[in-house]
């Protein structure tokens, strides 16, 4: 019969420890097998440095693999503590604090907070226009503890309730690794992971006044690939605002704000799952971002559709389908391909009116397409401009 040494906190120290804390001792008391000693512990009352690492996943149904979620900080209560660590662009996180010793036991169970705001304040992900606190997500979270101050284990989210893992990597691909568009702003963007139910096609919105600007992501869509490709719309026209100010963005042509968007939208979006290890098709337009690739367009919609401001202007420039397939088609003769997205930027940046636009557009031929190419393609946007109805 072998007595256990077992824990039992005197007042003094009982006011030290977290509930956290007390919970653990008294997950591990349990856990304990009879009849095998302990190891060796510092002696009661000792501060003991703790480690705690691994993984930060979530489940991509548009990827169908787990993926990173890099950026997102993760906190622990530690008695009146707050130990942070934020995952790297692998997932990897690693949190190293001190608290009172613990009995072993082959895992524990630690309640960790996660907080949907980028670490630099770049932006935040809200649960409404009012709220200015970033969303947090509770979970207790089973760590193994391979060693009596180590634990190890991965942690796999899956959407969340409000999309907020989709459009936190979107949000942070945007900001923190892609560099085609300017994102180099630290005024807390704020993005409303919003829940309400909208009906199929709206589920993303950028709104701007004089003041500035925010952008909601609606939540009745549970395909990844989709709120990402939504997000990065949004943070198109972000991108298109917010160097421009209030006053020039809001006379931009809807046509050239949208085509914009929709190039965000379909271009990073691609960029971002290539980046995660998904293959780009060798031919024809990719989805797995959603459907911003508008290849469906042409210079007849109906004036009162909403589509006929969501063209692929620039989407064109670089992808490989010509959806102009049949000498009868409707669509745009697209041989072009190619242009590099920074291109792209630089004649978006200037090109607030169709004239300024076409300008720019203009200047390329010779260096990324013929100009029989330019012609034939351009001839729609031209016609789309010069119809008084859709003006
Ligand atoms: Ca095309």
Redesign the pocket.
Known sequence: MIDYEVFLPNAALDTQLSAATMQILGNEMAARTPGVPPPTFPPPGSLVTYECEGYLTVYDNSLGEDVPIPNLKMSYQVGSSIVNAVPDNTGYFRFVYRDFRMFASDSIVLPITFTYQDPQGKWKITESQTTSAPLTVDKLITFARPSLQHFTGNIKLYMGDRQENAIHRAANYFFNNQTYFPSLYSDALKIIANDATVSSGNAGLFTYDSFGCWINIYHHNHNAGVVIGTTLHELGHFAHFKPLGYSRFINIPKLLQESFASYSGWYLGEEYYVSQGATRPSSG?WTIAGDN?R?YWHENYAPSSILKYYS?LF??LT?????KTTTTSVY?N?AI?GVPASKIWDIVSVGTTWPLCRSGLQSMVGTYYTSTAFNNWIIQFDNWFNNPANQ
């Open positions: 337009y690739h290849q692929p989407i064109d992808d490989i389908y010509n959806q745009p697209d391909q």
